[in-house]
T-cell receptor, first 115, second 114 residues
Framework: AQTVTQSQPEMSVQEAETVTLSCTYDTSESNYYLFWYKQPPSRQMILVIRQEAYKQQNATENRFSVNFQKAAKSFSLKISDSQLGDTAMYFCAFMKLNTGNQFYFGTGTSLTVIP | DTGVSQNPRHKITKRGQNVTFRCDPISEHNRLYWYRQTLGQGPEFLTYFQNEAQLEKSRLLSDRFSAERPKGSFSTLEIQRTEQGDSAMYLC????????????FGQGTRLTVV
């Protein structure tokens, strides 16, 4: 079974500062994907960033980057130059490659960007 | 195409009643997923369709739950004899087939059972 753990239920950051959200996971799979999804209040989840497990290089998408430590099964998200629009729930998710490709989500971290 | 659409957005029902939700995926997507999200939790996988075939069901999907995807287009999720524990956000997502393709989520249907 796959489990995803987000140990920070709530976090806050000053606008323009940097914040890091933590995620750990447990799996016996060797090939999988990891994701961070953002869920703004009353809006649908959108993909922030993804990482293929076979790639050693950490993924980066503009102000968002990850620190993927495969041996430690850790997958943290760093948000640089935080903006008010970054306020949302952030979910870490694991996907093993099979016919279904379903996600396993963590419990989420509620991030508030303070003006 | 405006993305994944779910209806209704909100549903309040009395315990014991049946409810049905609808999901319209992105038109060219052949995979469709249903997830359930309770307060303070991340979404949990319920079931998955590839075209019209329901290929996987979670053990969370009790026999009171049924999902269909006729003709591989829209999907419905029905809950019979609702219970208070069914209160949750029900999310639909769709994607193309392949080793990995991005899944797009709808805004969800929030069910409250009173």
């Amino acid at each position: 079974a796959q489990t995803v753990t987000q140990s920070q239920p709530e976090m806050s950051v000053q606008e323009a500062e940097t914040v890091t959200l933590s995620c750990t996971y447990d799996t016996s799979e060797s090939n999988y994907y990891l994701f961070w999804y953002k869920q703004p209040p009353s809006r649908q989840m959108i993909l922030v960033i993804r990482q293929e497990a076979y790639k050693q290089q950490n993924a980066t998408e503009n102000r968002f980057s990850v620190n993927f430590q495969k041996a430690a099964k850790s997958f943290s998200l760093k948000i640089s130059d935080s903006q008010l629009g970054d306020t949302a729930m952030y979910f870490c998710a694991f996907m093993k490659l099979n016919t279904g490709n379903q996600f396993y989500f963590g419990t989420g971290t509620s991030l508030t960007v303070i003006p | 195409d405006t993305g994944v659409s779910q209806n209704p957005r909100h549903k309040i029902t009395k315990r014991g009643q049946n409810v049905t939700f609808r999901c319209d995926p992105i038109s060219e997507h052949n995979r469709l997923y249903w997830y359930r999200q309770t307060l303070g939790q991340g979404p949990e996988f319920l079931t998955y369709f590839q075209n019209e075939a329901q290929l996987e069901k979670s053990r969370l999907l009790s026999d009171r739950f049924s999902a269909e995807r006729p003709k591989g287009s829209f999907s419905t999720l029905e809950i019979q004899r609702t219970e208070q524990g069914d209160s949750a956000m029900y999310l639909c997502a769709s994607s193309s087939s392949g080793a990995y393709t991005e899944a797009f989520f709808g805004q969800g249907t929030r069910l409250t059972v009173v």
